[in-house]
């Protein structure tokens, strides 16, 4: 090694003595820089290096000059036997930079391309190349004698410059010296090029480094084995290691597995589903949206996993995968706590039995928000009720069952989380610890079966409403899976209370049809009455739910001598103003009927009974007809007034079917009311109808069955009973309305026996009669 | 200014005149939204109230009970109150009601 150490050895300023064995020279020369450029990857040393490797075996003073991308002439090294001279020429470049269209031979170099050998250089030539009159006495004062300037250019590139100078008495340099600069100059060039390129990458790469360290979003890089080589910050922390080493120190796959990573669906996705894996397979994947569960924690985070490659440019196959993690569990919490709340909404809208709707929401909670899920109720009497259990492992729900059996939840036992909820209206949340569990525990084999149950984590949950505790929803996850937390109370919390919502209002709704159905029982006849020589069938149907008293009734009753009032009415509007109104129209009417009063005067009696109620528009329809039974010749006289209710229909014996009565005016609105009286002869055989308007206007305004339609059915009605005529005509109006109709239905149906068919009419009658008093 | 599913209901004014058209269906599920817009536009200097009925559908007899309702409210008010009759079907309601001895039935705004 001939470098700086040797150098101090020669000292001061030393010519070469003569060049005896200029190829020897030249051979070790370039051996030596061989080996000395193939050391550093740092620009700066490397051009030291170049300089230093010259002087002093073939100079006195070695100058390289670099040039940056515009042509400028900017850094320097230089190297000198005497350090003062060196350190002075540094300065000098600093003061007075070469410019590059100078007629300075490294600008004339690196402008040409070609090298510059000034075998002897005077002092009229140092003074035109100097960029100042400082320049020039340096270079004279220093005894520039002779200099070989060589282009250092690499890759097509002139980077700048390699001087090489003798000073004082020196011998001037030779060609052949020229020639060996020039080729040092190529490689010093190639050298100092690839330390650039290299310092330029590292630099490239080091920010890289440091936006990737920094990054939110976890990235590693993973090798074609498998093998993770790089990990930033965020990804250590996400993947639960200690630091990069123990994720670059680990097999493949070693990693994964201390995790529970799951598809949007709820499916374990292996290794080889990830995108890093199938991107190695070369295949090109899509971003995957998992959920990974810390097994060790229980702690599940919502990720976007992404992979690109980085490809061998050789091969074209990828080398190296990127992967980078996007964390959106928070979006992802919120958006499945909307949609599970939403679907509950649904579940709860779906149904007023809330048996069933609970059933569905345990069913709707596992697996999405826990592994097990328990509703009970308090009852009547305060004791607890479970009325819904589901859970993820059919084994394990048996266990739950035979526990929840075995132990039903005890209100006064506050070891109980469902009593302590239940009493308190306060959600409870609690991490499992197998030795936590005894405290929960009523005896032994209590414990061993919660044991076996392996809880994680439980989450209890008042249901609740208008501040009464109805229940508890209880949310429970296996001690291997995702566990919860108390960031998912206020979830549970709020299924709480729309659960006791539901619960409350199905409950209100039950009462209220009870009621309700009671009422219009007792607004409708008990049974009808047996009519001799005549059959009777009577309907009454609601519309829509059931828990809405209805306004139509019919009412069949004796009046005076063997006569007989048969009525049906329509009171406008539901609910108990109707069925107040109904209860006055009917009892008005008997009251008329016991002091013998004609049709138009009950009818008549029925609307001042209405105008003398308080203020308000209680309106009603009704249709009277009063029988006379005859038997000689057989038949019945029929006596009708109507009271803005639709006309009666009379058939006959062949079918055709009539209209009877006049219309009058409807009751308790307009006074007075124009009603009158009309009298009709029905014959044996001959059929009554009675309805509402509810009949003729299912299906309106579309599809009603109108008038006409009702006139249709009844054409069959002499090959009917009373009992198939009114199912028949149901059935029309249901099926006219689509399935559900608009308005209540009453039918009364009257028919007259024909000679000889009376007996087995009685019978049929008879058990329809029967039937309709169940309605 | 459509203001239920399966009501429509337009009003217009001439002078003191209102004019209320109905398309559509009155029904329970209609006739208080009917009811308060037939409140609203009778209100203030308004003479008289007509209630054309020519393109309705449908109407059963809680909307029967509204429209006399609004006649009775208008008398009280010292307005007029008219209907024009509409579809076959209402126009058999207010037959079998039995009600056009009570209601002032024209065949268009215009006769008023």
Known sequence: ?775 | MPTDERLGIEISRDGGMVVITLQGELDLASAEVFSAQLDGASSGDASAIVVDLSELEFMDSTGLRTILAAQQRCGEHGRRFAVVPGSRQVARLLEVARVEDHLHLISSPNEL
């Open chain 1, 1 to 775: 090694m001939f470098m700086t150490d040797d150098r101090s050895e020669h000292g001061g300023a030393q010519t070469l003595p003569g060049a005896p064995d200029p190829s020897g020279v030249a051979a070790a020369l370039l051996i030596e820089a061989g080996a000395v450029l193939a050391t550093s990857l740092d620009p700066a040393t490397t051009m030291r290096q170049v300089a230093e490797l010259t002087v002093p075996e073939i100079a006195d003073l070695c100058v390289i000059d670099l040039c940056d991308e515009d042509g400028e002439i900017r850094e320097v090294a230089v190297a000198c036997g005497d350090e003062q001279v060196a350190r002075d020429l540094e300065h000098m470049r600093q003061r007075h930079p070469i410019a590059n269209d100078g007629p300075h031979p490294v600008a004339e170099a690196i402008r040409t391309g070609r090298p510059q050998l000034i075998g002897e250089l005077s002092e009229e030539g140092l003074r035109s190349y100097a960029s100042a009159q400082a320049h020039a006495d340096f270079m004279i004062d220093s005894r520039y004698r002779s200099a070989i300037v060589a282009p250092l250019a690499a890759r097509d590139r002139t980077l700048g410059a390699l001087s090489v100078l003798r000073l004082g008495d020196g011998d001037p340099y030779t060609q052949a010296e020229a020639d060996l600069v020039a080729e040092l100059a190529r490689r010093a060039a190639l050298a100092i090029d690839n330390a650039r390129l290299y310092s330029d990458l590292r630099g490239l790469e080091q920010r890289l480094e440091a936006i990737l360290v920094g990054l939110a979003e976890a990235v590693t890089v993973i090798d074609r084995e498998g093998r993770t080589v790089f990990a930033n910050r965020a990804a250590v922390e996400l993947l639960g290691v200690e630091s990069m080493q123990e994720l670059t120190q680990a097999k493949p796959g070693e990693i994964m597995g201390r995790f529970l990573v799951l598809s949007e669906d709820g499916e374990e996705l292996s290794l080889e589903d990830m995108p890093a894996r199938r991107l190695m397979r070369g295949e090109q994947p899509q971003p995957l949206l998992v959920r990974n569960i810390v097994k060790a924690t229980g702690r599940e985070r919502w990720l976007i996993a992404r992979a690109s490659p980085i490809l061998d440019p050789d091969t074209g196959l990828p080398l190296y995968s990127v992967n980078v993690f996007e964390d959106i569990t928070d979006v992802k919490r919120t958006q499945i706590a909307e949609n599970f709340l939403a679907e509950a909404s649904r579940v709860f809208a779906s149904s007023l039995d809330h048996a069933q709707t609970l059933e569905q929401i345990a069913r709707l909670a596992v697996p999405q928000l826990g592994d097990w899920c328990s509703v009970s109720l308090t009852d009547e009497h305060g004791a607890i009720q479970r009325v819904a259990t589901h859970h993820r492992d059919p084994r394990k729900l048996e266990l739950v069952i035979e526990l929840e059996r075995l132990y039903p939840h005890d209100r006064d036992d506050e070891r109980g989380g469902v009593a302590r909820v239940l009493s308190s209206g306060r959600a409870l949340h609690v991490e499992v610890r197998p030795e936590t569990l005894a405290q929960y525990a009523r005896d032994v084999e209590h414990h061993e079966l919660l044991q076996q149950l392996q809880l994680g984590s439980v989450i209890i949950v008042p249901m609740s409403a208008g501040g009464r505790v109805l229940g508890t929803i209880t949310l429970a996850s296996d001690a291997s899976g995702r566990q919860l937390t108390e960031a998912d109370l206020p979830l549970v919390e709020e299924l709480g209370r729309r659960a006791g919502n539901a619960v409350e209002n199905a409950r209100l709704y039950t009462e209220r049809s009870r009621i309700a159905s009671a009422l219009q029982q007792a607004l409708l006849p008990e049974d009808l009455p047996q009519i001799p020589g005549a059959s009777l069938e009577a309907l009454y149907a609601a519309a829509g739910e059931l828990n809405e008293v209805g306004g139509d009734f019919y009412d069949v009753f004796e009046h005076r001598d063997g006569r007989w009032v048969l009525a049906i009415g329509d009171v406008c509007g539901k609910g108990p103003r109707a069925a107040a109104v109904t209860a006055l129209a009917r009892h008005t009417l008997r009251a008329a009927a016991m002091s013998g009063q004609a049709p138009t005067v009950m009818v008549s009696s029925v609307h001042q009974a209405l105008l003398g109620q308080p203020p308000g528009l209680d309106m009603c329809t009704l249709g009277l007809i009063l029988v006379k039974l005859l038997s000689r010749p057989r038949g019945a006289h029929l006596t009708i007034a109507l009271g803005g209710h639709p006309q009666p229909l009379l058939i006959d014996g062949e079918g055709n079917a009539k209209p009877i009565g006049r219309p009058g005016t409807l009751l308790g609105v307009l006074d007075p009311v124009h009603l009158d009286q009309t009298e009709v002869h029905m014959n044996p055989g001959d059929t009554l109808v009675m309805y509402t308007d509810g009949v003729i206007e299912a299906g309106a305004p579309s599809r009603p069955l109108g008038e006409e339609g009702l006139l249709e059915l009844c054409t069959d009605a002499p090959k009917l009973t009373p009992a198939a005529l009114v199912r028949r005509i149901e059935a029309a109006a249901v099926a006219h309305a689509g399935g559900s109709v608009r308005d209540d239905i009453a039918l009364l149906v009257f028919r007259l026996h024909d000679v000889g068919t009376d007996a087995a009419v009685e019978v049929e009658a008879r058990r329809h009669m029967g039937d309709s008093a169940l309605r």
